[in-house]
């Protein structure tokens, strides 16, 4: 579907390059044994979630850089422009849901433990996925997209010739 939206192979690779990162991020307390946890049922949900968070903070930056590519800026302006504008609405839809996902992490009583596993993925993974996305996806944008203003251009030129 990434790939149909963007119209490209590329920009979903970008996107979706800090979504491993950010899993093995959440799974860290899992092998570390904090506060019993243990890869189940309630701990893959939250990894599912975790994975349509990431990948959203990766496609905000990513379109909002190709519409200023489009706009005629370099890949480096583009990128940097995009990730220092959306930083603010990717911090704010981090924050929102760690501390929405603190009840379920403190939670006590019956289902308490399922609570805490799917809460827990959530909170560490976005915590670090969020951290990687902003460092590592503008990275993986400067390596492995194109310069679509410059392709415009020729493909323009030569068809007025």
Same mark, same amino acid.
């Given at each position: 579907?990434?790939?149909?939206?963007?119209?490209? &192979?590329?920009?979903?690779?970008?996107?979706?390059?800090?979504?491993?990162?950010?899993?093995?991020?959440?799974?860290? &307390?899992?092998?570390?044994?904090?506060?019993?946890?243990?890869?189940?049922?309630?701990?893959?949900?939250?990894?599912?979630?975790?994975?349509?968070?990431?990948?959203?903070?990766?496609?905000?930056?990513?379109? &909002?850089?190709?519409?200023?590519?489009?706009?005629?800026?370099?890949?480096?302006?583009?990128? *940097?422009?995009?990730?220092?504008?959306?930083?603010?609405?990717?911090?704010?839809?981090?924050?929102?849901?760690?501390?929405?996902?603190?009840?379920?992490?403190?939670?006590?009583?019956?289902?308490?433990?399922?609570?805490?596993?799917?809460?827990?993925?959530?909170?560490?993974?976005?915590?670090?996925?969020?951290? &990687?996305?902003?460092?590592?996806?503008?990275?993986?944008?400067?390596?492995?997209?194109?310069?679509?203003?410059?392709?415009? *251009?020729?493909?323009?030129?030569?068809?007025?010739?």
């Amino acid at each position: 579907m990434l790939a149909a939206q963007f119209e490209s &192979f590329t920009d979903p690779l970008i996107i979706l390059v800090s979504v491993p990162m950010s899993a093995v991020g959440a799974l860290i &307390f899992v092998a570390l044994g904090l506060g019993g946890a243990s890869l189940n049922i309630y701990t893959e949900v939250g990894l599912v979630t975790l994975m349509g968070l990431i990948s959203k903070h990766g496609i905000l930056i990513v379109e &909002f850089a190709n519409a200023l590519k489009a706009q005629g800026k370099s890949k480096r302006e583009a990128i *940097e422009t995009a990730a220092g504008i959306r930083l603010r609405p990717i911090l704010m839809t981090t924050a929102a849901m760690v501390l929405g996902v603190i009840p379920l992490i403190f939670a006590a009583g019956a289902g308490a433990a399922s609570r805490f596993n799917i809460g827990m993925v959530i909170a560490m993974g976005l915590t670090i996925g969020t951290l &990687f996305t902003l460092y590592v996806v503008p990275a993986a944008y400067m390596l492995l997209s194109k310069e679509h203003a410059a392709a415009t *251009e020729t493909a323009g030129q030569t068809a007025a010739e």
